[in-house]
């Protein structure tokens, strides 16, 4: 089969995410990843190296003790019935105060990326010209302001 790029591209993709056991892989996917590591060459060296990749990862990676699993299963099934609150750590009073400080930090960061920008684009063209040691401020203001400003009142 010669490799096409867009087929080559998704047997990456999926290659990548699923790792080098078919049985991980999508399972309407499977066939055609198998067939194409049959055939193209490029492919199956690539699953190779994939394999070799997760098969050294394997080998490092030690198993949980049965006392962390029984812990971490403990542990979801009291997150799971806790309501949202409890999870992030918040009770109902506080709440209410947590979402005020974010949106008020919000805002904040907003005015900051707005204040960064408008000093980025007057800025910029000074910058700019003192790099390159050419070319005049104002000019690169004027070609700035015709090009991205409208010419029309709004």
């Known amino acids: 089969m010669p490799p096409n790029q867009p087929a080559q591209k998704t047997f990456e993709a999926l290659l990548s995410a699923y790792g080098s056991r078919p049985d991980n892989w999508p399972a309407e996917a499977r066939a055609t990843l198998e067939d194409r ?3 193209d060459p490029q492919a199956a060296a690539l699953f190779a190296r ?5 098969d050294w990862l394997d080998a490092r990676l030690p198993d ?3 006392e962390l699993m029984d812990k971490m299963l ?3 099934k009291t997150q799971m019935r806790a309501p949202s609150a409890q999870i992030v750590g918040l009770d109902t009073r506080r709440q209410t105060n947590w979402q005020a400080s ?3 930090a919000g805002l904040t960061a907003l005015t900051t990326l707005a ?6 684009f007057i800025i910029g063209p000074l910058i700019f010209e003192t790099l390159t040691g050419a ?3 104002l000019a690169s203001l004027e ?3 015709t090009t991205f400003l409208p010419t029309e009142p709004l």
């Open 37 to 39: 590591i049959e055939q």
């Open 115 to 120: 204040a960064c920008f408008m000093a980025g």
């Open 50 to 54: 994939e394999k070799s990749l997760d």
């Open 64 to 66: 949980p003790s049965p």
């Open 143 to 145: 070609i700035i302001s």
């Open 135 to 137: 070319g005049d401020p």
């Open 102 to 104: 974010t949106f008020g």
């Open 74 to 76: 403990a542990n979801l």
